[in-house]
């Protein structure tokens, strides 16, 4: 049978609680003659740095770079935690997985699934993905701060916007929308980030090009926030910076019924390196430890690792049982189910 070697990060918070579902899932989905995930956990967060001091060491990163794919629940402590100021574990840990492995796209679909109330009134249908850019924009790093504490501190943070690195993410965009309902939607701030704004605008309508049959859209990221609370059916794929899609996503979470609901995939597509999947969401301190975490978009997450590893029939079973088991919850019978109880369902689900 194929082995498939796993690196696991549950992380901190509801992590470990969402991570165990996902697993959960993940062997029930597969019949173990056919595939064989071979796991490798690794304790990584705010619990080893308190610990050691580490976020990811070298080694850590060369062990995890050494597997198929990654699947990681969520890292950060709460929030103003003192015992973790001058640690950064979302930057050391997070941002240097999906830097050093070169995921350049995070691909954050939204769906709202049979059954799930929306918090809009007439959501309509819908079904899109954000192409969120994974490794520049200001995220890098690029900047510093100069009188530091002073009345005349200087702080910067610096968006970093290659035409390598706009190009490669645009097309990945492009190929989904071939894929899918032939429209993409670049949403920036032109108007006012001019040389960023203008490089990606100059990269869209270039590809584009090349891709007569889909239709292209622009849209500035504050009005992007009216259509997706409006009017979020008329986008198939969104493609936009990495700060951008960071906050869109977790809007368009929000939307489709819940963060709880909402899955990612940091992609290399070129697999040179891991790819990893996590839910949207973070580590959600305010309700970790007591079982109420939707395990959902962990186990998503895990539909979006199967279709990377192509196997889709797999994926298709995992989003139909937890499409089951939104159907049932929407019944009202099934409420207040604890994170290992929704597992438990929907594992039960992917074996019948
Ligand atoms: P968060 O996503 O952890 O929580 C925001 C809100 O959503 C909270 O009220 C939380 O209870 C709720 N929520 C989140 N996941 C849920 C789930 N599965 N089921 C039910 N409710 C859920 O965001 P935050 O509070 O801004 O961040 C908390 C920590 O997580 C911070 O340290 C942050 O840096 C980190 N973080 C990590 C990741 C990641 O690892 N990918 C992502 C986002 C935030
Ligand atoms: C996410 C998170 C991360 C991000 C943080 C924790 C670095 O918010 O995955 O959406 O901003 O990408
Ligand atoms: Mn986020």
């Known amino acids: 049978s194929r082995q498939v070697r796993l690196a696991v990060i549950p ?3 509801i992590g470990p ?5 996902a697993v959960k899932v993940l062997d029930a989905v597969v019949d173990p003659a056919d595939v064989q995930f071979d796991k ?5 967060g705010a619990d080893r740095y308190l610990a050691t001091g580490d976020t990811l060491t070298d080694d850590d990163l060369s062990a995890v770079a050494s597997h198929d794919a990654i699947l990681l629940g969520a890292v950060g402590g709460r929030p103003g935690d003192p015992r973790l100021a001058g640690a950064n574990i979302e930057r050391g840990l997070l941002l240097k997985l999906r830097f050093a492995l070169d995921q350049y796209v995070n691909l954050r679909p939204t769906t709202i699934f049979p059954g799930v109330t929306s918090p809009l009134s007439e959501p309509g249908a819908v079904d899109f993905v954000v192409v969120r850019e994974g490794t520049e ?3 890098v790093g690029n900047g510093g701060v100069i009188r530091a504490g002073t009345p005349h501190e200087i702080a910067n943070e610096v968006s970093v916007n290659t035409a390598f690195g706009v190009e490669r993410v645009v097309r990945y965009a492009f190929e989904q929308a071939e894929k899918r309902r032939k429209k993409l939607t670049l949403v920036h701030k032109t108007n006012v980030l001019v040389n960023a704004g203008g ?5 869209v309508d270039e590809v584009a090009a090349e891709h007569p049959d889909v239709a292209v859209d622009y849209l500035h990221v ?4 009216i259509f997706l609370v409006t009017d979020p059916s008329r986008f198939d794929v969104i493609v936009t910076d990495n700060l951008f899609g960071d906050i869109i996503t977790d809007l368009a979470g929000a939307i489709s019924g ?8 940091n992609i290399n597509p070129d697999g040179a390196f891991p790819s990893m999947f996590e839910p949207v969401h973070g580590s959600a301190p305010d309700i970790a430890g007591q079982g109420k975490a939707d395990p959902t978009a962990a186990i998503l997450s895990t539909a979006l690792l199967l279709d990377h590893l192509g196997l889709e029939d797999a994926a298709a079973r995992v989003r139909a049982a937890v499409t089951a088991d939104l159907e049932r919850r929407s019944t009202g019978d099934t409420q207040a189910r604890t994170t290992q109880q929704i597992g438990d369902a929907i594992a039960a689900g992917v074996s019948a």
């Open 11 to 13: 992380g901190d918070g």
């Open 17 to 21: 609680e969402v991570v165990a579902e």
């Open 40 to 44: 490798t956990y690794f304790e990584l």
């Open 137 to 139: 924009g200001p995220y």
């Open 199 to 203: 490089l990606w605008k100059r990269v």
């Open 222 to 225: 504050d009005a992007v926030t």
């Open 258 to 265: 819940g963060i709880g609901l909402a899955p990612s995939g």
